[in-house]
């Protein structure tokens, strides 16, 4: 069963699309279609039921979203997520979720750890046709001058998420 459930967050409304507690898509809005507008064709549920967030659908990743706001900054880290692209995009999803708490890194290291140094844009696009916030934390990326660039949520979610991991890992 595929099921969304929306939270409240310091950050304000997070809604999440799983299947049986895999992540498909996710971000601050409670706007279901829009999320599922993000998931890849191939992935992309027909009907989506909303539920709340103890129903075991969604459960698993409600109460990782949960510790993760609590200050168990890795809990989003151990949800399952799938996504689907390109070989590059999908190789470069699975090394954001690499990125620990605490320690951005630049467009440009991003691409580097990714495999194709040269590839600054292709990494800044994996992070624009990113579905799944938070779960793959497309938000530690920064511009090369340190500053908090795009996010499909705005600047403040970006900037409040950062201040929360600083603030935790040190």
Known sequence: MIAATTLDT???AFTLVADDGTVLASGWTDD???LVGLVHPALRP????EVDPGHEAVSGPAAAVAAYYAGDLDAVGRVD??????????HAWQVLREV???APV???EYAHRAGRPAAVRAAAGAC????????????RVLRSDGTTGGFRYGAAVKES??????????
């Open 161 to 170: 998420l950062l201040a929360r991991e600083r603030s935790a890992a040190g």
């Open 106 to 108: 630049t467009y440009t």
């Open 100 to 102: 620990a708490p605490g």
């Open 32 to 34: 279901v279609d829009v």
């Open 81 to 90: 997520v799938v996504q689907r692209s390109g070989p590059f995009r999908e």
């Open 46 to 49: 027909t009907a989506v039921t």
């Open 128 to 139: 624009a046709h990113n579905a799944a916030a938070l779960f793959v934390p497309c938000h």
């Open 10 to 12: 310091p950050d304000g």
